[in-house]
């Protein structure tokens, strides 16, 4: 048998036939991992709970021919069962898994970065030192970056420019009168500077930033993030609804840029 042993992240399940499932794994040295769980539906399955979204683990796989074998499994950390106790929180996490699946493209291709970043941004969202909305924007802003998407903020996304007038999804960013297209959103200074806190863990500026800014911000960040990837990020929806959101998650519910945003 082939063996091989990682860290990893678990990003989502599904069911496969009447007692197994299909793991996505982000791990540290191998990158994104599909590989079958045999028997975890089982009530007798010795790792069946050690497999769900937002588990940091240690597992072993053994190398199939279309889709890796899960056999040894041990949690490093359970996130899923602190997040799982705080809906506005949960919901964050589940829009960070998501968009560390969609950021991964290929499959074991390593994405240490991005494996890095994630287990950072779990880590801070579980802690609880920072609102949960400012975590994932921070989150999205530094996992742009290390794809290579990170916007402009400074300057000119064209020009080079100082004087900014706007900002422009299709320009890369911010934009100064002379190159700002039509359309291009018209944000605060104060919210562009938000921005720019997030993106470098400036968390004592961005902790004391107002309410509106914060709305502000989100706009351009989840639009920006939603263009590069071309294609929406599912969960964002019920993150925008957390302020009227229970306090726990219901049992229906399915389930530097290099580090981390803390």
Known sequence: MSLYRDEGVVLRTQKLGEADRIITILTRRTGRVRAVAKGVRRTKSKFGGRLEPFSHVDVQFHTGRTL???TQVEVLHPYGARL????PRYTTGIAMLETAEKLTVGEKEPSLRQFLLLVGGLRT???NTHEARLILDAYFLRSLAVAGYAPSLDKCA???S????GFAIVAGGAVCGACRPAGA???SAESLALMRSLLRGDWAAADVSQSRHRG???GLVAAYLQWHLEHGIRSLRHVERESDAPSSVPASFGGNPATHPA
Request: overall charge negative; glycine content about 4%; hydrophobic content about 30%.
């Open 68 to 70: 890796d074998v899960v």
């Open 185 to 187: 959103a018209t944000p």
């Open 84 to 87: 799982a106790q705080d809906y």
């Open 158 to 160: 064209r020009c080079g």
């Open 125 to 127: 969202l579980v802690e």
């Open 216 to 218: 502000e911000c989100s």
């Open 162 to 165: 100082e004087h900014i007038r």
